[in-house]
């Protein structure tokens, strides 16, 4: 099992949005065939909030999922058309687990 971990930073002018945003993701996110589980949230304190807006916790298979999940239609529409124009930083790592 492998669970890939998502931290995104807002631009200052889209930082309203991420409640609206981790709604969306959960809705479009958690029913695709190759996700075991998907998990998003916000920041529960204040040193998590200077740092990121968002985190993803997305469960799969194995490393072969990641490309699955990657390349899925759904999930690309929702990062390039929703996503990217509102994140400054994004980082992600993938942990045996």
């Known amino acids: 099992m492998l669970t890939r971990y998502v931290y995104l930073r807002l631009k200052a002018e889209h930082r ?3 409640d609206g945003l981790v ?3 959960r809705d479009l996110l958690t029913d ?5 589980s998907f998990k998003a949230g916000t920041p ?3 040193h998590a909030d200077r740092a990121w807006d968002i985190c993803f916790e997305i469960r ?3 490393v072969a999922a990641i490309d699955l999940w ?3 239609p759904v999930h690309r529409t929702y990062v ?3 996503l990217k124009p509102r994140v400054e930083v994004k980082k992600a790592w993938n ?3």
Do not use: Y
Request: no cysteine; net charge negative; aromatic share 4%.
């Open 60 to 62: 799969l298979d194995d």
């Open 70 to 72: 990657q390349n899925d």
């Open 32 to 36: 695709l065939p190759m996700v075991r």
């Open 80 to 82: 390039d058309g929703t």
């Open 95 to 97: 942990f045996e687990v």
């Open 23 to 25: 709604a969306q993701a």
């Open 16 to 18: 309203a949005e991420r």
């Open 44 to 46: 529960a304190d204040e």
